[in-house]
């Protein structure tokens, strides 16, 4: 019975141009398997083909997955291995998960706040409101987005900092607006170790959209975003953190409702 406190969602290699170079998927998963996780979802940074504006993404999204799926191949079923990408609206808008990938993974996970990357869409004005609304409207059409299954690290920023003031410019209908439409998508919010163990204002900022989007009954997921094997041990801050906002089992998205809810998804557009 897989633990979805125990299921990372959102872990990279050294297939991301930011993975340390160690980090084959072979050591990462290793680690995973070491760590006693029950499951365990590899999320590269994806771009559909190299990006102009951003150098960021050089390498065809493709080459990252066959990579990827050769070196995993043949593993022991647990723990319980997913293919999955880490698709970014802020730099790709609606290109970032073109269908002609959604057959070759088990689930999308997509960013919207990833403003530190060039030719992303700045806010119009540094002040608390207009920076809010700016990341609220990404949120909001990423995850609008067909095809995807988790919004990553929601809100999280490496440059539009502090995010406690940022959030307090937003009104609870803003944020519940939010939580529903990703409920009602089926789009899970992640609950990332990596930003939260970073900034401790992250969570601070970020409590009250996921205390109002449980209570709207959004489901959720857990995850370290590691780069390295050592960050692995940030999805049990996570889980914690999960368990802080008072979630349970059954809030949280398990590996295979997550391969379920993308399989949905592709039958949908193919109706
Ligand atoms: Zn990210
Ligand atoms: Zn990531």
């Known amino acids: 019975m897989s633990d979805p406190f125990r299921f990372d969602s959102h872990v990279h290699t050294n297939l991301s141009p930011c993975g340390d170079r160690a980090a084959t998927p072979l050591v990462m998963w290793r680690a995973a398997q070491e760590m006693g996780l029950s499951a365990i979802g590899f999320t590269d940074h994806y771009s559909p083909g190299p990006v102009p504006t951003c150098a960021f993404y050089a390498r065809p999204g493709q080459e990252v997955l066959d990579a990827l799926r050769a070196e995993l191949r043949g593993l022991p079923s647990e723990p319980d291995t997913l293919i999955g990408i880490e ?16 057959g070759e993974v088990d689930y999308i996970i997509i960013a919207a706040s990833h403003y530190h990357l060039p030719g992303t869409p700045q806010p119009a004005a540094r002040d608390p409101r207009t920076v809010a609304a700016h990341m609220l409207a990404m949120a909001r059409r990423a995850v609008l987005l067909p095809g995807v299954s988790i919004l990553a690290h929601p809100f999280a920023c490496n440059t539009l900092l502090p995010l406690p003031p940022l959030m307090d410019a937003l009104t609870d209908e803003e944020l519940v607006e939010l939580a529903v439409l990703a409920r009602d998508r089926r789009v899970a919010l992640e609950l990332n170790g990596g930003p939260a163990l970073r900034a401790e204002t992250y969570k ?9 989007a449980k209570e709207v009954g959004a489901r ?4 370290s975003d590691a780069h390295r094997p050592a960050d692995l041990g940030r999805v049990e801050l996570a889980a914690q953190w999960a368990r802080e906002i008072g979630l349970r089992e059954a809030d949280m998205l398990s590996p295979d409702e997550l391969r379920a809810w993308h399989c949905a998804k592709m039958e949908e557009v193919n109706q």
Not at 87 to 102: K, R, S, T
Not at 204 to 212: A, D, P, S
């Open 87 to 102: 698709a970014d609206y802020a730099v790709l808008g609606e290109q970032a998960a073109p269908q002609q990938v959604w």
């Open 204 to 212: 601070e900022g970020v409590m009250r959209f996921f205390l109002l």
């Open 220 to 223: 959720f997921t857990v995850c």
